[in-house]
């Protein structure tokens, strides 16, 4: 062995390019084929023989369809059993109650989202390879209607969790979290799940302007049994929009709270630990909600609340991806993403990021692709989980 200690102590990028060496080509390469079968065979002065006519896959990076890494839309969503990871768009922002806008979320994403590749280098992460991934399209929200449009996530989410694929939702603004935690607990039985909820809000109102808006859902979510208020953790609350009335019901139902000067002071591995201890303790699975404002206002002004003294993405990225490498993940929604206030895309990006290390810990901690239907999963579908609310 060589006395440099260059290698007898790899770096991150070292142990990367080994890795990426027993990726397979596998998954692109039936890419490139189905593409000059789907897009016809490409001009004769083309040299590279695996470029089509017609766009088809991941290039041209500006051209194409905009789903979600250019993955396949799957217009029969009774198909979505068939995939390991199902995105969702949920374009709704009537429970916005300032700056509205986030209903264009998904499509922002999704444009943004062709930059990407499927493979990362430094996790050694190829999700072409390794997962197969669908593009379901958006719910159908009823714009103006709150209460209908959580009717048709619910029913959405809950139709993609129970066939067994991993549901991924593009916000939206945050009002979704209850109906997508009301979707997930319809089909979990008499099992339990844990909510871990980066976020600079509470959204613990009961109601705001009379009505569930974007700052409610974990008031009505935790009021379902099968998710528990004990097993909430909020990570990044703090500044000047943390609305008393919603700190009120954290202290009364006993949440759990980190601020960021809770998380840069006891360290991330040490603010992972408490987000997996409590969301765990006593569940069966954990629905991981990332509001995009956790984030520092300054990596992400595309939001409706933007807020100082976030986050920095770095430390998203890290708390995110040493929380799930230990948490049985059922489903990840990202929120708040208001194209319309964004600059060079840059916020649409950072939920792209988000979404893409998700998948990516997934893969690495070996909870993607899945064998079987997780045994929380049942399928019985029962319409009565959450409380009446007048």
């Not at 509205?100 to 994403?109: K, S």
């Not at 209460?147 to 549901?167: M, R």
């Not at 998203?316 to 208001?338: D, M, R």
Request: charged share 20%; net charge negative; hydrophobic share 40%.
């Amino acid at each position: 062995m060589s006395d440099n200690p260059m290698f007898q102590n790899p770096s991150e990028a070292q142990r990367a390019l080994e890795r990426e060496r027993d990726l397979p080509m596998t998954g692109w390469q039936q890419e490139v084929s189905q593409g000059l079968e789907y897009g016809l065979d490409a001009a004769e002065s083309i040299r590279d023989r695996t470029i089509s006519t017609f766009s088809r896959g991941e290039l041209p990076h500006f051209a194409g369809i905009n789903t979600f890494l250019k993955a396949p839309y799957l217009e029969d969503v009774r198909q979505v059993g068939n995939y390991d990871v199902a995105i969702v768009g949920v374009p709704h922002d009537s429970g916005t109650t300032y700056r509205p806008g986030t209903r264009f979320g998904p499509q922002g994403i999704r444009r943004i989202s062709a930059l990407y590749t499927p493979y990362n280098f430094e996790l050694g992460v190829d999700l072409r390879e390794q997962i197969t991934l669908c593009d379901v399209g958006d719910i159908f929200t009823i714009p103006a209607n709150n209460e209908k449009s959580f009717d048709q996530i619910s029913k959405g989410i809950a139709h993609i969790f129970a066939s067994g694929a991993f549901p991924i939702l593009l916000g939206g603004d945050h009002s979704i979290g209850f109906p997508t935690v009301r979707g997930i607990c319809r089909h979990l039985g008499d099992k339990k799940v844990g909510i871990i909820h980066f976020d600079r809000h509470v959204d613990t109102q009961e109601t705001d302007l009379d009505e569930r808006m974007h700052t409610c859902p974990w008031f009505h979510a935790t009021n379902m049994a099968n998710a528990p208020a004990e097993n909430l953790v909020q990570l990044g609350i703090g500044g000047w929009q943390v609305p008393r009335q919603g700190v009120k019901v954290c202290r009364e139902r006993a949440t759990n709270i980190l601020t960021v000067t809770d998380i840069t002071e006891m360290g991330i591995d040490a603010a992972a630990e408490f987000a997996i201890e409590k969301a765990t303790d006593g569940t069966d699975c954990v629905w991981i909600s990332f509001d995009i404002d956790c984030i520092d206002a300054g990596f992400v002004p595309g939001t409706g609340w933007p807020e100082p003294g976030g986050l920095l993405p770095r430390e998203a990225l890290a708390l995110l991806g040493k929380i799930i490498q230990k948490v049985p993940v059922c489903g990840l929604e990202v929120v708040e993403v208001s194209p319309p206030y964004d600059v060079s895309d840059m916020t649409a990006l950072m939920a792209t990021r988000v979404i893409c290390d998700a998948m990516a810990h997934l893969v690495l901690s070996g909870q993607l692709p899945r064998q079987s239907k997780p045994a929380y999963i049942t399928e019985e579908c029962n319409m009565q989980v959450d409380t009446a609310w007048t």
